[in-house]
Every structure is written in C-alpha cells, then in structure tokens.
C-alpha cells in the first residue's frame, strides 16, 4: 500500500497526487482533483457530498444539543437529591435499616455523582468555548 509509511497521505483515485484531506463520508484520501469543499469538510467530488452535508448537519444539531444541555442536565440530579432526601426523611422514621431508608441513600449518591459529572461535562464545555 502507498502512502502508509509516514509518507504523506495519496489521493484514493491518483497514486501519484498528494491527498489533501479525507472525504469525511468514506474516509478516503483525495486530491484537489477529487474533493469538494464544503467548507467544514471535504467530501469526493460528485459522489458524498450530499452524505457529507447531511453529517454537518447532524454535527450542526448535536452541538445545538449539547449547548442546550447544560442547564437542563442539572435537572435530573436535583430531583434525584430531592427523591433521595424524601426517602432518606421517611426512611429515618422507619428506621436506618429500612428499605426507604436505604433507597433514599442511594437517589441521593445518584444526584451527587451526577450533579458532579455534569458539573464537569459543563465546565469542559464552557471552557471549550470561551477559549
Ligand atoms: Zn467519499
Ligand atoms: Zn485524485
């Protein structure tokens, strides 16, 4: 195979050409010749740039998600410190060694752990951003 041993990538179609990129629907090399730019990629040229444009913009709606995230993922943890808070309060007159005592522990490790990670995950991506 060409182009595999620290040399610079060829394209798929014409050994001798130096890629410039990969078509980020087939991952194939391709030359200047073969790839379209479609701005945030390269696709070969008259086969996937429909597929490429579609990836973009599955890339597009995904970051649209994630940046709406953050104030919703914090939520789940909420509420399931709140469960784990009403358990843990009912469990108490139960009894330490009650089932909803026990279950109330464990809501609110959930909220912890996930109110933590999440934390994080919007930490990162904050930081992603501003920089
Ligand atoms: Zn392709
Ligand atoms: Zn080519």
Known sequence: MLGFKGNKMKC????????VGLCKHCSKGLCIDCCTDLGHGIAC???????????N???????????SQPKGSLIMPFFYLLMG?????????????????ILG??????????????????????TKYST
């Open 12 to 19: 798929f179609n014409h050994e001798s050409k130096d890629a």
């Open 105 to 126: 522990c464990g809501f609110a490790a959930c909220g912890i752990i996930m109110f933590v990670y999440n934390t994080k995950f919007f930490k990162k991506i904050t």
């Open 57 to 67: 913009s599955l890339i597009e709606n995904n970051k649209r998600v994630y940046e």
């Open 45 to 55: 040229k008259g086969i996937h740039e429909k597929e490429v444009e579609q990836i």
């Open 85 to 101: 808070v009403a358990f843990i309060f009912y469990g108490m007159k139960r009894g330490f060694d009650s089932l909803t005592f």
